[in-house]
């Protein structure tokens, strides 16, 4: 919880006219910490959706459909069960020919990181939760995770997203905003010049306010997004 001492009153009543605004935002921030989206808790599927979105493609019309024919094809088919499971795909033909967008790697070497040191009986999901919650975006080049081929700044956040860390991803959406404040509220301690600068703006909104980064993602997201089928981003 923020320290209410912390709490700027020019921050506040300005985050608040955008969160009148977008009305969906508490909705949908929570489902990303409480594993309320189409992929469930499954850290394998979650994975996946990030290898899938790491280029960019349309994510209702191209990308979902293809992690969810992934789960079909290898998951909910048994072959792959465990973050264990996902790393032996990296020599997996069947794979190679059907994961054909984003980065395909990422859905093994990604595994492959989070398992380089955990304990033996690791539990898959905490793996991932535990990563996500501690991973600094700062230092993503020499975090295991991040220094994998495909990974970037967007992807790095978006997989601690959805993997529900309190964070923000710095996309176009979240970009515009930021723009948006640096420009209309020169008093704010914003920065719209990098990804990394877009994340740290949007700690510092947090920092002096009562929404969660994830809140301010998600305020940014419904403020700025130009497609009326948001929720299928979901």
Wanted: aromatic share 8%; with cysteine; net charge negative.
């Amino acid at each position: 919880m923020t320290d209410p001492t912390a709490i700027d009153e020019t921050v506040q009543r300005v985050l608040d006219n955008y969160a009148d605004d977008a009305s969906k935002y508490q909705e949908h921030a929570a489902k990303f910490q409480n594993f309320d989206r189409w992929t469930g808790p499954d850290p394998k599927i979650i994975i996946a959706d990030a290898a899938g979105s790491a280029t960019g493609l349309n994510y209702e019309n191209i990308v979902k459909p293809n992690v969810e024919s992934f789960r079909d094809q290898f998951v909910n088919s048994g072959k792959v069960q465990s973050l264990a499971d996902l790393t032996e795909l990296e020599h997996d033909s069947e794979f190679a020919e059907s994961f054909t967008i984003g980065h395909p790697n990422i859905v093994h070497d990604v595994a492959a990181a989070l398992l380089e040191k955990a304990e033996p009986d690791a539990d898959d999901l905490d793996l991932l939760q535990t990563w996500a919650a501690n991973a600094d975006p700062k230092q993503y080049q020499s975090d295991p995770v991040g220094d994998v081929h495909g990974i970037g700044p967007a992807t790095f956040q978006y997989l601690r997203m959805i993997a529900g860390a309190d964070t923000v991803k710095p996309d176009v959406q979240v970009e515009k905003f930021i723009t948006e404040l640096e420009t209309e509220h020169s008093e704010f301690d914003v920065d719209s010049s990098s990804k990394l600068e877009l994340i740290d703006s949007c700690r510092w909104l947090a920092t002096h306010s009562t929404y969660s980064m994830i809140e301010i993602d998600q305020i940014a997201w419904w403020t700025f997004s130009e497609t009326e089928s948001l929720s299928n981003m979901h």
